[in-house]
């Protein structure tokens, strides 16, 4: 079992920035392949960024892609998601995902086993 809790999201307005985290616990996360996944009201859960098991390789969503960072510390245990230049249509729940390393597709929801509880982040206009 792994243990994952998201921390960092918040009320901000446009063009702002936010810092999400992911703790984790219960197994050794360095096996793990970590994403972030966003689902906004009455919508369905979205993909917005993914990490390989070192940190060697970053993947994003197109519209993401240049305003948000992902990154992770295995010494911590913990991945981030850096949001800049944050827009209205970013509004949503951010949920923190772990899958082991090749498991499957990053973006595809069906690859994660483990998901934390979301933290909210809403993007005043």
């Known amino acids: 079992q792994v243990q994952l809790t998201e921390s960092g999201g918040g009320l901000v307005q446009a063009g702002g920035s936010l810092r999400l985290s992911c703790a984790a616990s219960g197994r050794t996360f360095s096996n793990y392949q970590m994403a972030w996944f966003r689902q906004a009201p009455k919508k369905g859960r979205e993909y917005v960024a993914a990490?390989?098991?070192?940190?060697?390789?970053?993947y994003y969503e197109d519209s993401v892609l240049g305003r948000f960072t992902i990154s992770r510390d295995n010494a911590k245990a913990t991945v981030f998601l850096q949001m800049n230049s944050l827009k209205p249509e970013d509004t949503g729940v951010y949920y923190c995902?772990?899958?082991?390393?090749?498991?499957?597709?990053?973006?595809?929801?069906?690859?994660?086993?483990?998901w934390g509880q979301g933290t909210p982040v809403t993007v005043s206009s």
């Open positions: 990490i390989s098991w070192n940190g060697a390789g970053t």
């Open positions: 995902a772990a899958a082991q390393q090749g498991g499957g597709s990053y973006r595809n929801l069906a690859t994660y086993r483990y």
